[in-house]
């Protein structure tokens, strides 16, 4: 889907490109990335690495346009992960600017009318907008941390009880969630730096915005660092735990195994097809069962006297 805006803002849809616009494509459709290298001038290059699920952040000078592609996180259902990241492309001509992004995401939300609903003032700086972006995909890395946190919390509870492996994978993708978050905030971040340091950005920089945005960024790795670390140690703590449980299951199924053990034995040898001298007595069977229900009885409370149960 293609969407026109007049300004950086979003508040006015227009249906053909004027100067200074903005173009936010999202989730495009072969006719859709048909029109934005016929129409926009889009190099097909550029496309390629933008809708690559694998490209790096990153800063493109050219004559006549400027290439920055960031990595935002965006929440998912369907491949076992609850988080991932894409990348984010932001491509600059002297006419317009154009986003271009192959899943939707909290960052530009394509059914939104504006990204920006905070700001009253109309944007019209591009840097400026791109800083703003920065500044969100900041904002969207710790909320989704927190989001995680929560998580493996409640997969810790699980854990304390659980003897198979299925509570270990799921805080398994919660770490393997760390390390995208952990890896494309790195590499946002040197973007940060080198737009702070460019000498090609001709525009004013907002300071005030740029702090904002790395300071955001940096908050956003720390978390995810330290959450990753906790893990990590984690990981080791649990799978001990759950080989523990598991010890303690078997302990107790064998400790249930010499209980019944107990009455078998004795059935087996009133059992036998030799003389007892209680063949005939008509209290045979209740004295015997009863005798095994005593045997049992002392056996469990035993086990429980050495806390073996």
């Known amino acids: 889907m293609i969407k026109i805006f007049k300004t950086f803002g979003g508040y006015i849809e ?151 492996n299925k509570e270990l994978n799921k805080l398994l993708k919660m770490e393997k969630c760390l390390v995208y978050f952990i890896t494309s905030i790195k590499a946002n971040e040197i973007v940060l730096a080198k737009l702070r340091n460019s000498k090609k950005i001709t525009s004013e920089i907002n300071e005030d915005l740029l702090e904002d945005a790395i300071i955001e960024n940096k908050q956003a790795l720390e978390m995810a660092q330290i959450y990753s670390d906790i893990q990590s140690g984690m990981m080791d703590a649990f799978a001990s735990v759950i080989s523990n449980n598991l010890n303690v299951v078997m302990k107790q199924l064998t400790l249930i195994s010499i209980i019944l053990m107990i009455p078998t034995l004795i059935a087996s040898i009133f059992g036998m097809n030799v003389p007892n001298y209680m063949e005939n007595s008509l209290w045979a069977m209740p004295m015997i069962i009863l005798g095994s229900l005593a045997l049992s009885i002392v056996g469990v409370f035993t086990f429980r006297k050495r806390q073996w149960f």
């Open 14 to 164: 227009i249906n053909e490109p004027q100067q200074g616009c903005w173009i936010n494509a999202t989730i495009p459709s072969a006719d859709d990335t048909q029109r934005l290298i016929d129409e926009f001038g889009l190099p097909q290059d550029i496309l390629n690495d933008i809708l690559d699920m694998d490209e790096r952040p990153r800063i493109e000078f050219d004559d006549d346009w400027t290439l920055i592609i960031l990595r935002i996180p965006v929440e998912v259902k369907n491949n076992g992960l609850p988080f991932h990241t894409i990348p984010l492309g932001i491509f600059i001509s002297e006419k317009f600017t154009l986003t271009l992004c192959l899943q939707d995401n909290e960052v530009l939300p394509i059914g939104q009318p504006s990204p920006f609903r905070d700001q009253y003032k109309e944007i019209t700086d591009n840097i400026n907008f791109i800083l703003r972006l920065f500044l969100r995909s900041g904002n969207l890395y710790l909320r989704y941390l927190k989001q995680i946190n929560q998580m493996t919390s409640l997969i810790e509870q699980d854990l304390e009880k659980s003897i198979k």
